[in-house]
């Protein structure tokens, strides 16, 4: 990985918070999800997070400064000053295997250690490389309590996404497909009729830890998008739905859009318009129980009028006017 402060564009001397400010608006500049047609966004997203872990954890920062760790966090050794009671000798098996290194301890003041060879191949058997030769200072520690005077490592950073969902995946519950910072995919089960702006916690599915620490959490933030047939009332939902003059005085049939497909419902006689009609459980699909679908009549007119209708409502209202407000 290049080096993290080229990565996220910041100085060696960014303080903590222009580095979380770099990495946040870096983050939601290469999501994937806000570039699907650059090939490169995977990659670079992941790299801006592997590159936020080691400049977010004040100990990595330090050591990736002084040269001890790269920038993947992986130590480096250079070997000590030769002459000294800890001269070493570093012998390396050919065709690509791992090196081997082994410590005598001489005459001086730190005889006494005890010889052993440190296996390659892994970050686990290079931090048991290194605490070897830390043992010879004072011991060998656990880990966490050398790192932490005790305590447990600290967590990994929380990872935050949003997410718009289409009305009808919203009222009927969906799957929906996040991109973590680690580049790894994730199918998240959102709940019908969650409400606007909710947040669904994934616990351990944030950034990594430096030092065994656990994952954060990745933290979805959930909008509902907007549909030009229905709305929400609750775990209700509501359609306004034409009517012909003649079906809203006589009483009729009238096809009805729901989030299954339309269906055909029964309109009594005498219908105003803006009358509310129920289908059961034809609402929000929630786990507490689905709700009603509330249809909303709209009286509609011919098109361009018609004659007819013209003289008959001339003659009520000239032979048997009526208040609607009485």
């Given at each position: 990985?290049?080096?993290?402060?080229?990565?996220?564009?910041?100085?060696?001397?960014?303080?903590?918070?222009?580095?979380?400010?770099?990495?946040?608006?870096?983050a939601?500049?290469?999501?994937?999800?806000?570039?699907?047609?650059?090939?490169t966004?995977?990659?670079?997203?992941?790299?801006?997070?592997?590159?936020?872990?080691?400049?977010?954890?004040?100990?990595?920062?330090?050591?990736?400064?002084?040269?001890?760790?790269?920038?993947?966090?992986?130590?480096?050794?250079?070997g000590?000053p030769?002459?000294?009671?800890?001269?070493?000798?570093?012998?390396?098996?050919?065709?690509?295997?791992?090196?081997?290194?082994?410590?005598?301890?001489?005459?001086?003041?730190?005889?006494?250690?005890?010889?052993?060879?440190?296996?390659?191949?892994?970050?686990?058997?290079?931090?048991?490389?290194?605490?070897?030769?830390?043992?010879?200072?004072?011991?060998r520690?656990?880990?966490?309590?050398?790192?932490?005077?005790?305590?447990e490592?600290?967590?990994?950073?929380?990872?935050?996404?949003?997410?718009?969902?289409?009305?009808?995946?919203?009222?009927?519950?969906?799957k929906?497909?996040?991109?973590?910072?680690?580049?790894?995919?994730?199918?998240?089960?959102?709940p019908?009729?969650?409400?606007?702006?909710?947040t669904?916690?994934?616990?351990?599915?944030?950034?990594?830890?430096?030092?065994?620490?656990?994952?954060?959490?990745a933290?979805?933030?959930?909008?509902?998008?907007?549909?030009?047939?229905?709305?929400?009332?609750?775990?209700?939902?509501?359609?306004?739905?034409?009517?012909?003059?003649?079906?809203?005085?006589l009483?009729?049939k009238?096809r009805?859009?729901?989030?299954?497909?339309?269906?055909?419902?029964?309109?009594?006689p005498?219908?105003?318009?803006?009358?509310?009609?129920?289908?059961?459980?034809?609402?929000?699909?929630?786990?507490?129980?689905?709700?009603?679908?509330?249809?909303?009549l709209?009286?509609?007119?011919?098109?361009?009028?018609?004659?007819?209708?013209t003289?008959?409502?001339?003659?009520?209202?000239?032979?048997?006017?009526?208040?609607?407000?009485?």
């Amino acid at each position: 990985m290049r080096d993290p402060y080229d990565v996220l564009g910041v100085a060696r001397s960014a303080s903590e918070a222009d580095v979380k400010k770099a990495y946040r608006k870096l983050a939601k500049t290469w999501h994937p999800d806000q570039k699907p047609d650059d090939p490169t966004a995977k990659e670079k997203f992941a790299e801006i997070g592997q590159a936020y872990e080691l400049l977010s954890d004040k100990e990595k920062r330090g050591q990736f400064d002084r040269g001890e760790i790269d920038a993947e966090g992986k130590p480096r050794f250079q070997g000590f000053p030769g002459g000294g009671p800890w001269g070493p000798r570093a012998g390396a098996r050919r065709g690509g295997q791992a090196h081997d290194f082994e410590f005598r301890t001489g005459g001086g003041p730190f005889a006494g250690g005890r010889a052993r060879a440190g296996r390659g191949g892994g970050a686990e058997s290079q931090e048991d490389f290194i605490e070897e030769i830390l043992g010879a200072f004072g011991g060998r520690r656990p880990r966490a309590e050398s790192a932490f005077g005790g305590g447990e490592p600290p967590k990994g950073e929380d990872f935050k996404a949003e997410v718009t969902l289409p009305f009808r995946d919203w009222a009927r519950g969906a799957k929906q497909r996040v991109r973590l910072p680690t580049g790894k995919d994730l199918e998240v089960s959102i709940p019908a009729g969650i409400e606007e702006g909710k947040t669904i916690r994934l616990r351990g599915q944030g950034l990594p830890s430096g030092f065994g620490g656990e994952p954060g959490d990745a933290l979805i933030v959930v909008h509902v998008g907007k549909d030009p047939q229905f709305r929400a009332e609750g775990r209700d939902l509501r359609v306004e739905v034409p009517v012909t003059l003649y079906d809203a005085v006589l009483g009729g049939k009238v096809r009805v859009p729901t989030l299954d497909g339309a269906v055909e419902m029964k309109v009594p006689p005498g219908s105003d318009g803006g009358r509310t009609l129920r289908l059961r459980g034809k609402g929000v699909q929630a786990k507490a129980g689905a709700g009603d679908l509330l249809v909303e009549l709209r009286i509609a007119l011919p098109k361009g009028g018609d004659l007819r209708l013209t003289e008959l409502a001339e003659a009520m209202r000239d032979n048997a006017p009526y208040d609607p407000n009485a």
